[in-house]
């Protein structure tokens, strides 16, 4: 089908170094016997632990370890673990999981051998981009500003193909650190969460935020030292400013989660962002020439970052690999698909969803909504999301109620009144409200969302600062989808193969437990057919019973939709599949004959993606592969996608970044899984100018495991309607 697309030539920043010979293939396989079983999901790590402990290079295969070099018989036993080699054999590049782990071998070695030719270099492994070679010293400071400096470094990953060629995929890589204290950033932008924060001082700690307390650091006493946190922090040389205006701030240690949370303070931590947390403030409008700063120094184009690349690769090639050939980007060839088209009210083509405002919505769901304004005593919505709202709504051929007002003053004290100002509400069909609230710590806005969910009641909540048009209709399009409203449908492929069903996974954790099976579903027209309740587990694995639950209760919700089962379903997964995640969905779905693919998407591991153009005096140059270009691997049964904006085209947000997407089951042909792919990642009805880098379905299941993490009380969304989708 690819035939009728537009073919082109992809540069990627991949460069190869060698052919693995058998003496690269043969390794020493061993079992390990613990003497107490690791807790359930935890074995992998248990097992990659003992790796380092070996006196030799060694990685995980499933649940065996391999090494290159024997592992000596007094390293092969503790009190907790004892080794049985197995057998030395040849592994084999054309099965995955063997592929998989001779790239982490090779990873390894990389790394060993790095750090030995120099000496004065830093290397941090990482999970996403695999190692990260900073830069050292004033050299690596790419950028300093007013109390902000950028970091930069080189990410390097190994990869091995079918056919035992082994390349490296660099890329340029920042880090950048922030002048703003989490004081400042709390008043500033109140709607903008923040996860991790870092000391303001020397040691540049890294914490998890976890909550916010309304004590005074002066009452506020640290047992172990029998001071106070204020006292502590004079000792490290807070000034009384700091002190007098900060907040307490309950974090915890990244790297223990059973770690006890402490008390800091707001005005000696700053917010740790991400280029995704930038992003959201410059698409605010609230542009600020910091922000901006660090966009221009870490935005760079596909030009640059492959000429930085084949720079670092030439030092590996020769420093490390003895190989004095010029390394160059490889060359491959993709298509450009199709942009998806949406429909509005009527099956109305646009191109964004923000024009419902004007042509309609594709569903209408609950007419009636409730405000409740706790910002102050007026009984009215912010108007530019009023007029929004409404327009909405006249333009779908429709009438809303939106005259049920409660106010600060008329929202009681106590857990059991509150409890019943909730359910007197929902007793008047309002299942839907719009919390205006000024800036309140988390642990207030999460007991109102909570309170509201055992009512059966979703919540969309809007700091009343700086409402625009854009924040307005964002503000709307969240209400509506919270109220079963679908703003665009997606117009289906016309294919016979293509799935009818499709049915997002996400697993997240709250550092704890796992909350596995976070499921999002659509049918082929991007129809919500909504969200599945989690599973609570201990490890990353998703249990495959719970998988087979979530993904029945969706094939009955089909057929009461269309009257029949489905013909196929496409089944995705965030991230990598874990061995016998799917094994009983596939083979109940066989007994009724529905067809099913499995995609593994994630987000990392796909590189760059470029296009070669010749400048006019013919120097060869790169610009970003254009949005919907794909490159298909069949020899892996995976394809690349640029899904998201070329940086060119961008005026805020990092380069552009494609997803690696990998077939794992069924016979649905790759071009038709990535033309759906990329449709899907076009569909977004919850933003009206942005689609998601993730396909909706993925995207949904992660914004839903993110708020399951929130809520932490899973029972509470029991009186909830799946259709309601409460994590936009």
């Excluded at 807070?238 to 006890?260: F, G, H, L, M």
């Excluded at 961008?650 to 089951?665: D, I, N, W």
């Amino acid at each position: 089908m690819f035939a009728q697309f537009p073919e082109v030539e992809v540069i990627l920043n991949r460069f190869f170094v060698k052919n693995l010979t058998q003496q690269d293939l043969r390794f020493y396989e061993y079992q390990c016997q613990f003497t107490q079983v690791p807790e359930e999901g935890s074995e992998q790590k248990a097992l990659s632990s003992i790796c380092y402990k070996l006196g030799v290079t060694a990685v995980r295969l499933g649940r065996h370890i391999i090494t290159r070099q024997p592992i000596d018989t007094s390293r092969r036993q503790t009190q907790d673990w004892q080794l049985q080699e197995i057998e030395c054999r040849d592994l084999s590049c054309q099965k995955d999981h063997e592929r998989q782990a001779l790239e982490s071998f090779e990873r390894k070695i990389l790394e060993c051998k790095l750090k030995e030719k120099f000496n004065k270099t830093r290397i941090e492994k990482d999970y996403e981009v695999g190692l990260i070679w900073w830069i050292p010293a004033e050299e690596g400071v790419e950028k300093r500003g007013d109390g902000w400096e950028v970091h930069r470094g080189r990410a390097i990953n190994v990869r091995i193909e079918p056919d035992g060629k082994l390349y490296l995929e660099i890329d340029i890589h920042h880090r950048f650190y922030t002048p703003f204290t989490l004081e400042w950033w709390l008043n500033e932008y109140p709607d903008i969460q923040i996860k991790y924060v870092r000391n303001t001082y020397e040691d540049k700690k890294v914490w998890i935020l976890e909550d916010f307390s309304n004590k005074s650091p002066n009452d506020v006493e640290i047992k172990e030292l029998g001071i106070s946190l204020a006292d502590y922090h004079r000792r490290k040389g807070a000034s009384e400013e700091e002190i007098n205006e900060s907040r307490i701030v309950i974090v915890r240690k990244t790297s223990d989660y059973k770690a006890k949370p402490v008390y800091h303070l707001s005005q000696r931590l700053s917010p740790v962002l991400t280029v995704e947390i930038l992003a959201q403030i410059a698409e605010q409008g609230r542009e600020k020439s910091e922000i901006q700063g660090v966009f221009d120094c870490i935005r760079k184009n596909i030009n640059l970052r492959l000429s930085e690349s084949q720079k670092t690769a030439e030092l590996i090639f020769k420093h490390i690999y003895n190989l004095s050939c010029q390394p160059e980007p490889i060359k491959v060839n993709g298509f450009v698909m199709p942009r998806a088209k949406l429909l509005a009210r009527n099956n109305k083509e646009i191109d964004k969803t923000a024009k419902i405002s004007s042509f309609g919505c594709a569903k209408i769901g609950e007419k009636k909504f409730g405000c409740l304004n706790l910002s102050d005593d007026k009984t009215e919505y912010p108007e530019e999301v009023r007029k929004c709202l409404l327009e909405i709504a006249k333009n779908s051929g429709t009438q809303i109620q939106i005259d049920s007002y409660f106010t600060k003053s008329e929202y009681p004290e106590g857990y059991l009144a509150q409890q019943r100002f909730w359910q007197q509400w929902a007793a008047q069909e309002i299942k839907t409200v719009l919390v205006v609230m000024p800036w309140s710590p988390n642990e207030e806005k999460q007991k109102l969302r909570n309170q509201a969910l055992k009512a059966g009641i979703a919540t969309q909540f809007i700091v009343p600062v700086n409402v625009n048009n854009y924040k307005s209709l964002n503000v709307c399009l969240g209400l509506l989808c919270k109220a079963k409203w679908q703003p665009v449908y997606l117009k289906p492929l016309d294919h016979p193969e293509a799935a009818d069903l499709v049915i997002g996974f996400d697993t997240g954790t709250n550092g704890r437990l796992y909350y596995g099976t976070s499921a999002f579903a659509v049918l082929a027209n991007g129809q919500s057919l909504g969200w599945e309740l989690p599973h609570v587990q201990r490890g990353e694995t998703i249990s495959g019973q719970a998988i087979w639950q979530v993904v029945s209760k969706l094939v009955l919700k089909f057929q009461d939709n269309c009257h029949s089962y489905p013909k196929k379903i496409l089944l995705m997964r965030d991230g990598l599949i874990q061995k016998g995640e799917f094994e009983q969905t596939i083979e109940e779905l066989n007994k009724k004959d529905i067809a099913v693919d499995i995609l593994s998407v994630r987000k990392s591991g796909s590189g760059r993606m470029g296009r070669e153009i010749c400048s006019t005096d013919s120097k060869v140059t790169y610009q970003d592969a254009a949005v919907g270009t794909v490159v298909l691997f069949e020899e892996t049964n995976s394809f690349i996608l640029q899904s998201s904006e070329e940086a060119s085209k961008k005026k805020y947000g990092g380069s552009a970044r494609p997803l690696r997407v990998v077939h794992t089951h069924g016979k649905t042909p790759l071009e038709l899984l990535a033309l759906q792919t990329y449709h899907l990642t076009q569909l977004h009805p919850a933003s009206g100018f942005c689609s998601s880098r993730l396909p909706w379905v993925l995207h949904l299941a992660d914004k839903s495991s993110k708020e399951f993490q929130r809520i932490g009380q899973i029972s509470v969304l029991q009186n909830i309607d799946r259709e309601k989708l409460i994590a936009v």
